[in-house]
């Protein structure tokens, strides 16, 4: 039988919402861009976010789902583009931090994540690089010239581990042997798909308009653990187009989105890609922060 502990995951991104919380008060991630980049903003003056209107949840589509679970793990190679968005909403303020991804993975363990973060001023921004081989994972910061470097295991522990995106994150989760049962098709479009898949029955569903374009929606709110986990689905496609997890840590109000911007399947891979070979002049630390504010 596929199982497919999806819901794990998302409580792996339960987690990192209070580890930034935890920031927030401790004077870390959100204390360095409120005050030392003057990134609090008014609520009136924040940043909008795209204009959805929600239809009623329901039963969701199955056989969407199942079609969808199908072709987001048909290959064993993907290149993503994506733009994700952290927001932390505290009484009276906002704090955005933006950043493009172009994330190549390969499983089982294999990465490589190109990170580019919006500067507060939007007219310039800082880059890191993550890179696994499949046994342990470097970080690099061009603008502070240093690397760090750990075990695969210890990054998966750590509060960097989303920073390669969500959705390779999730495909990266899935054991080969599954991935490729359910990629031949080999899950049945009803109840039982929501077990094999490791998914609640209590998933809802229902249809999405973002911006004038239409979307289906999948939805789990997980009441004891306080987040709820949404993903959209471009249903003509059935091609995953954006996650969202949502929650509250501490005193902030956490929303974490990662929309895709283009997903390409077994891009050009050379055998340097999972690789990192420290530039001339760049310093080994023990560790290295990734987010650069």
């Known amino acids: 039988m596929l199982i497919v502990s999806l819901v794990e995951v998302m409580k792996v991104y339960s987690q990192l919402l209070a580890a930034l919380g935890g920031l927030a008060i401790t004077g870390g991630l959100w204390a360095t861009i409120a005050v030392g980049r003057s990134q609090v903003i008014p609520l009136a003056q924040a940043m909008q976010p795209p204009v959805m209107l929600a239809q009623a949840m329901g039963s969701p589509d199955l056989p969407l789902l199942v079609k969808t679970s199908a072709h987001f793990l048909a290959g064993d190679r993907y290149e993503t583009k994506s733009k994700m968005q952290i927001i932390g909403t505290s009484p009276g303020s906002n704090v955005v931090l933006n950043m493009l991804l172009r994330t190549i993975v390969q499983a089982p363990h294999q990465f490589r994540a190109e990170l580019t973060f919006s500067q507060p001023d939007g007219a310039s921004s800082l880059s890191s690089l ?49 991935r490729k049962e359910i990629a031949e098709g080999n899950l049945e479009a009803n109840a039982d798909a929501l077990k094999q898949l490791g998914l609640p029955l209590s998933l809802k569903g229902g249809q999405r308009t973002v911006n004038g374009q239409k979307f289906y929606g999948y939805e789990y709110a997980d009441e004891k653990e306080g987040y709820l986990f949404s993903a959209l689905v471009e249903p003509t496609t059935a091609t995953l187009q954006q996650l969202q997890i949502s929650g509250k840590a501490e005193s902030l109000d956490i929303v974490i989105t990662e929309q895709i911007l283009q997903r390409t399947a077994n891009p050009e891979v050379t055998a340097t890609t999972f690789r990192f070979t420290p530039p001339s002049g760049v310093k080994q630390v023990d560790t290295l922060p990734i987010i650069p504010f």
């Open 130 to 178: 993550i890179v696994s081989d499949g046994k342990q994972v470097w970080l690099y910061r061009p603008d502070l010239k240093q690397y760090s470097k750990l075990s695969l295991e210890k990054f998966d522990q750590s509060d960097d581990s989303f920073l390669i995106g969500m959705s390779s994150s999730l495909f990266l989760q899935i054991p080969s042997e599954t």
